[in-house]
C-alpha cells in the first residue's frame, strides 16, 4: 500500500457544511463551503491532439486496479483521513472511489467509466456528503450530453469531446503522459454540476526525489488563471504516480505531498 501526506481533495467546514472534491480545495467564507473553482486538465493537445489506444489505454488503468491510497489530509488546518481505490467489474467497468472523513460529516465521490483509445470515458459521477451538512450530486453521461441531479434539481448539459468528470481527470492525465505522444501542454474540458470548464495544463520544470536509496524524476504541471495555481507532481519512473499537488490562491495555500515512495 501506498501511503501520502495530503489529499487530492479536501474538506473545510463553514456552516455545518463540508466538501471533497478530486484535487479541487475547498476555502472557508464566513461560514460557507466555496469552491477555489479549480478546474481539471486533460486530453486534447494544444497543438494536436495526443495519439494513443485502447489496448494501452487498457493496460495502463489495469496495471492501476486494487490501489487503496491513504492520506492525510490538511486544508487551511483542518485535518482529516483519507481513501482513494480504484477497482475493475467482470464487465471491464472501472471504479474509482475517494472518501475523507472530517469532523462531522464525511464525504465520498464515486465515478465509474469504460476505456477506449482516448482513455477515460465517464459513465457516471456521484458525490454525497453524510452527517452535518448532507447533501448528493449526481451525474449521469450518456454520449456527449449529461444529465445532473444537484440538491433535487435536475439539469442538463452538452458535452465536448474528451470530457472528464471532477474525479476522473487526474488518472486522465497520468494515462495520457503514458500513452500518448509528448507533449508540452494539455488542454481540457471537465463536467461539474454547473457546466463545463476547460482549463490548460503546461508542463514545467524537472527535479529528483528520493525512491528508497534511487534518485527518481519528479515532473512538474502548471495551470494559472488570474491569482490562482495549481501545480502537480508525477513521477514517471513509477507509472506516473502522484507526488504532490499545491494550489495556491492569494495568500491561501494548499497541499498535498506523498509520505513515502515504493
Known amino acids: 500500500m501506498q501511503r501520502f501526506h495530503g489529499w487530492n481533495g479536501a474538506a473545510n467546514v463553514q456552516d455545518g457544511r463540508y466538501a471533497a472534491i478530486p484535487f479541487i480545495f475547498y476555502s472557508v467564507k464566513s461560514f460557507r463551503i466555496t469552491p477555489m473553482k479549480i478546474y481539471p486538465l486533460l486530453f486534447i493537445v494544444f497543438s494536436s491532439l495526443a495519439s494513443a489506444d485502447t489496448q494501452c489505454m487498457q493496460n495502463y488503468f ?12 490538511e486544508i487551511d488546518g483542518i485535518r482529516a483521513k483519507g481513501s482513494r481505490t480504484l477497482s475493475q467489474s467482470d464487465s471491464g467497468q472501472f471504479t474509482l472511489v475517494q472518501s475523507v472523513s472530517v469532523l462531522l460529516a464525511s464525504l465520498e465521490e464515486q465515478s465509474h467509466f469504460i476505456v477506449n483509445d482516448q482513455g477515460i470515458v465517464p459513465v457516471n459521477y456521484r458525490f454525497e456528503q453524510q452527517g452535518l451538512g448532507a447533501r448528493k450530486t449526481t451525474i449521469q453521461f450518456s454520449g456527449l450530453t449529461a444529465e445532473v441531479n444537484r440538491k433535487e434539481t435536475l439539469s442538463n448539459l452538452e458535452l465536448p469531446k474528451g470530457f472528464q468528470d471532477p474525479l476522473t481527470f487526474i ?16 488542454k481540457m474540458p471537465i463536467v461539474k454540476s454547473k457546466g463545463v470548464s476547460e482549463v490548460i495544463f503546461v508542463k514545467g520544470d524537472s527535479s529528483l526525489v528520493k ?11 502548471l495551470r494559472v488563471e488570474g491569482d490562482k495555481t495549481e501545480k502537480l507532481g508525477l513521477i514517471p519512473d513509477l507509472n506516473n504516480l502522484l507526488f504532490s499537488f499545491e494550489q495556491q490562491e492569494g495568500k491561501k495555500i494548499n497541499r498535498l505531498q506523498l509520505i513515502d515512495l515504493p
Open 62 to 73: 489495469a496495471s492501476r486496479v486494487g490501489e487503496n491510497l491513504e492520506y492525510n489530509v
Open 171 to 186: 488518472l486522465q492525465l497520468q494515462a495520457s503522459i503514458n500513452c500518448g505522444d509528448a507533449f508540452e501542454e494539455l
Open 211 to 221: 525512491s528508497g536509496e534511487k534518485p527518481v524524476v519528479l515532473e512538474t504541471w
